[in-house]
């Protein structure tokens, strides 16, 4: 599903220092507590109370990348980010602008011991994904240099304009989290993350390279089809449609879906406690990718397993 994978990636790339035994034990541990919870609403905005908070903090979806055109921002979320004191994403927006720290994580993108795709591949694969390459623009010079990053990584590459940067640099495509980011700044607004991005660079290394070599292979196979998944989540997400997107992440068993305890539940249920500490000390706008919210073992059923209250906001006025 390269759709979730640039979502994904637009995260992941160039971050982490831990290594994937440093990371499974931080997951198993996230993993041992379950929820019996009910569907929930659909709704991108979600105020958070109860259980002993002051004031009411919030939750809300983003899509990590989306075009200019299916942008939108609802008047109840302008306010209830203009009402929060801390803006909180996923890892800090801030620490993602620093590009000394950046161009040292980036290392961490490129498989270990030397390894290259042609290593993971056999030998028609392997022609068959570099022609693809080929085909986009990629001289010999850069391939080199490409097949030896984590295949995870290269699946997104190949969906990507190599020369516009997915569309970020003209002002096609846009994000959510560069947008409130903005918004934060220019309200002097405090800005947080619910995990490192060493941590989730490391997630990468706990994804076997030959399965992920096997996801990349099929993802440029089916990349006729990508195209109309990625509208499919769009409209999904236009709509506030939560259970239609888990439905939709759900279906990719054999891909990238099998690693969704390592991806979505384990992260999660590690930012529960980080959340709770948060809106203790001031009201929050938590900024999370849209997958993140719903199911049993999403951050809303999470938080109300917790004793919270958890109101949806995409029609309610604050």
Do not use: C
């Amino acid at each position: 599903m390269k759709f979730l994978l640039k979502s994904i990636f637009f995260f992941f790339i160039g971050f982490g220092t831990l290594t994937a035994q440093e990371a499974k034990p931080q997951m198993e541990k996230a993993v041992e507590k379950t929820v019996d919870a009910k569907p929930i609403a659909n709704s991108l905005l979600w105020a958070i109370s109860g259980n002993g908070l002051e004031d009411t903090s919030y939750l809300y979806g983003t899509i990590h990348l989306i075009a200019k055109d299916d942008y939108f921002l609802t008047d109840q979320t302008k306010v209830a980010f203009d009402k929060s004191e801390k803006v909180t994403f996923e890892i800090n927006m801030e620490d993602m602008m620093d590009m000394g720290a950046q161009m040292g994580l980036m290392m961490k993108a490129f498989m270990t011991d030397g390894q290259t795709l042609s290593d993971l591949l056999d030998e028609e694969r392997y022609k068959e994904v570099q022609t693809h390459f080929e085909e986009m623009g990629m001289n010999s010079f850069m391939w080199q240099m490409m097949e030896r990053i984590k295949p995870m990584f290269l699946s997104v590459f190949g969906s990507m304009d190599m020369t516009g940067g997915g569309g970020l640099n003209t002002g096609e495509m846009m994000s959510y989290e560069m947008e409130f980011m903005e918004m934060a700044k220019g309200k002097e607004k405090s800005m947080g993350g619910l995990e490192t991005a060493e941590y989730q660079m490391s997630m990468f290394d706990s994804i076997p390279y030959s399965a992920q070599a096997e996801m990349l292979y099929e993802s440029i196979k089916v990349e006729d089809s990508s195209s109309d998944q990625l509208d499919e989540m769009v409209k999904l997400y236009k709509n506030q449609d939560l259970k239609g997107m888990m439905k939709m992440f759900a279906a990719d068993e054999e891909g990238i879906g099998q690693y969704e305890d390592l991806l979505l539940v384990g992260r999660n249920k590690n930012w529960i406690p980080v959340m709770q500490k948060m809106m203790k000390e001031q009201v929050t706008f938590f900024a999370v990718g849209a997958g993140h919210l719903g199911g049993n073992n999403g951050v809303v059923n999470l938080l109300k397993a917790e004793g919270f209250t958890l109101t949806p906001m995409n029609s309610r006025k604050l």
